[in-house]
C-alpha cells in the first residue's frame, strides 16, 4: 500500500535538483497544465487529455464518473520519493523543501488538490501520516493532524472532491516491526489503537466513505518464535474494537480489510480475499468489515489478477478496488498503474454484475517509476490508467449486454437447475438418496 523512503542523502539530492520551493496559499503548483479534457481524436503526441474517459458518458444505465469513482492516492503521489533499496530519491517536487513542518504538509496538501482538480477526479485517500508530520508525543501528533485536516476539510468544501477512505499507517514506524495488533508487546497494540482511534476520528470529520486496514506487519517471520493463535485473537480484539468505535462516534463509513500474501512479513495474516472473509466469519466480523482488494497483491498469493475481486464479490465482501498492478515476472508489490485492458474488462465485468461499488472506488494505489521525474508524468500515468477502465467498462457492458458468457456459464451448471441437482443446492438430500439415484 504504501512506499515510505529512506531520508538519507535526500538533501544531497534536493541541492543538486531543487530550484525552489512554491509557497504561497494562493500558488500555481502545475503551471502550464490545464483541467484534463476528453479528446477522442486528439493528435497521438497529445498526452494531457483522455481519449476513452468520458464522465458524463452514459453506460449500462450509469454515467462513467458513477460506475469507475476514480481516487487518487496521496501517499505514492505526494509523498513517493522515488528511492528503492537500490538507490537514493530522485523526485523532487518545487513545493516540497524536504522537511517535517506544517507548513510543507499544507504545501503538499494544496499541491494535491490542485492535481485532483485537474485531473477531474472526484475522489482522494491517505494515510495519517503521509498528510501530517508526527509531534515529540502522540498528543503532539493528534494536533497535528487536526490542524491538518482542517485544511483537507476546506479543500475538499472548496472543491467538491472527498475522502474515498482514510487509514492509520501502522507499519511503518520503528515501533510497529512486530506488528500492531499481533505485536507481542501489549503498549504497542494500545499505541496502535490509539492512532486508529484518532484516524477514525478525522474520517468522520472529513466526511471519509470508508475506513482501511492493511495489516503490512500482521503475520509472522519465524514460526518458532509466534504464537499463531493469540495474535490472531488479538487482532480480531482490535478489528472487533474498532467496529464498536465506529458505532460509538456514528461514523458511517465502510470499515475494509485489505488482503496481501507477503512483504514486508514473510507471511502475512491477510493472505487473499478467502483468507480475510474466513477470518473474518471465523470471529464473527463479516457484518461490519469488507474487502479493499488490491490485484497487485491478488498476483502476489498466486492468482489471476480478477480473482480476489471474483472472489470478494461473489461473496458479497467486496467494498472497494486498489487499482493497480505488478509485472508478472517479478516477486514483489511493484504498484504500477494498470494499462492492460483485458484485467479492467475482467474487474469491471464483477463491478457491473454487483450493480456498484460505491460507497468503494477505484483508488489508484500506483506510483510513477523513479526516472519519471517530470511533473506531467503525474498526470499522464493516471491518465493512461484512467482510459485503460474505461475501455475496459465499455468491454464489460458489452460481455453483459450480449449475455453469451453468462448463459454459457448457466447452461454448464444447468443440472443444478432442477432434480437431485435442485435438492443438492438446497441441502435437502443426502449421500444414501443420492446413492439411490446413482443406481438407479
Known amino acids: 500500500m504504501s512506499s515510505f523512503a529512506p531520508a538519507a542523502k535526500q538533501s544531497e539530492t534536493r541541492d543538486s ?3 525552489g520551493v512554491s509557497g504561497a496559499s494562493t500558488a500555481e503548483f502545475f503551471p502550464g497544465i490545464c483541467k484534463i479534457e476528453y479528446k477522442p481524436d486528439a493528435p497521438v503526441r497529445d498526452v494531457l487529455c483522455f481519449r476513452h474517459y468520458n464522465p458524463q458518458e452514459v453506460v449500462n444505465g450509469k454515467t462513467m464518473e458513477e460506475w469507475l469513482r476514480f481516487s487518487v492516492c496521496f501517499w505514492h503521489t505526494f509523498r513517493g520519493t522515488g528511492a528503492d533499496p537500490f538507490g537514493y530519491p530522485t523526485l523532487v517536487r518545487p513545493w516540497d523543501d524536504g522537511s517535517d513542518s ?3 504538509a499544507k504545501r503538499r496538501l494544496r ?3 490542485e492535481f485532483f482538480t485537474k485531473l477531474g477526479v472526484r475522489f482522494w485517500t491517505f494515510h495519517d501520516r503521509d498528510i501530517s508530520p508526527l509531534g515529540e ?6 494536533r497535528n493532524l487536526d490542524e491538518l485536516t482542517d485544511l483537507a476539510l476546506q479543500l475538499q468544501q472548496e472543491t467538491g472532491v472527498k475522502l474515498l477512505w482514510a487509514t492509520s499507517n501502522l507499519f511503518a514506524l520503528p515501533y510497529y516491526a512486530c506488528g500492531a495488533s499481533t505485536n507481542p508487546q501489549a503498549h504497542v497494540f494500545a499505541m496502535a489503537a490509539a492512532q486508529v482511534k484518532k484516524g477514525m476520528e478525522v474520517a468522520k470529520k ?3 466513505e470508508g475506513f482501511v486496514f492493511w495489516g ?3 503475520g509472522y517471520q519465524s514460526l518458532l ?3 499463531v493463535k493469540r495474535e490472531l485473537d488479538h487482532m480480531a480484539a482490535f478489528f472487533r474494537m474498532a467496529a464498536e468505535y465506529r458505532r460509538k462516534i456514528d461514523f458511517h463509513g465502510q470499515l475494509l480489510i485489505e488482503p496481501k500474501p507477503k512483504e514486508p512479513m514473510k507471511h502475512q495474516y491477510d493472505y487473499d480475499a478467502q483468507t480475510v472473509i474466513s477470518f473474518l466469519k471465523s470471529y464473527g466480523l463479516d457484518k461490519d468489515f469488507k474487502l479493499n482488494i488490491e490485484p497487485n497483491h491478488t498476483t502476489l498469493a498466486g492468482h489471476g489478477y480478477e480473482h480476489d475481486v471474483v472472489l470478494a464479490s461473489k461473496l458479497g465482501m467486496l467494498g472497494s478496488i486498489d487499482a493497480n498492478t505488478g509485472s508478472p515476472d517479478l516477486g514483489w508489490d511493484t504498484d504500477q498503474f494498470p494499462m492492460d485492458a483485458k484485467n479492467a474488462t475482467l474487474v469491471m465485468k464483477v463491478v457491473m454484475e454487483q450493480g456498484q461499488l460505491a460507497p468503494g472506488g477505484l483508488n489508484f494505489d500506483c506510483k510513477v517509476r523513479r526516472e519519471s521525474v517530470a511533473l506531467e508524468d503525474m498526470f499522464i500515468s493516471h491518465i493512461g490508467a484512467m482510459d485503460t477502465f474505461a475501455r475496459g467498462l465499455r468491454s464489460a457492458a458489452r460481455i453483459v449486454e450480449d449475455g453469451i458468457l453468462n448463459g454459457c456459464v448457466k447452461e454448464r451448471y444447468k443440472s443444478y437447475d432442477s432434480g437431485i441437482g435442485a435438492k443438492i443446492e438446497l441441502e435437502e438430500t443426502s449421500f444414501e438418496e ?3 439415484s446413482m443406481c438407479q
Open 17 to 19: 535538483l531543487h530550484t
Open 206 to 208: 472529513l466526511g471519509a
Open 102 to 104: 506544517l507548513e510543507n
Open 434 to 436: 443420492l446413492e439411490v
Open 137 to 142: 508525543d502522540l498528543q503532539e501528533t493528534n
Open 111 to 113: 499541491a494535491a488538490f
Open 216 to 218: 503490512g506487519r500482521e
Open 225 to 227: 518464535n509466534t504464537d
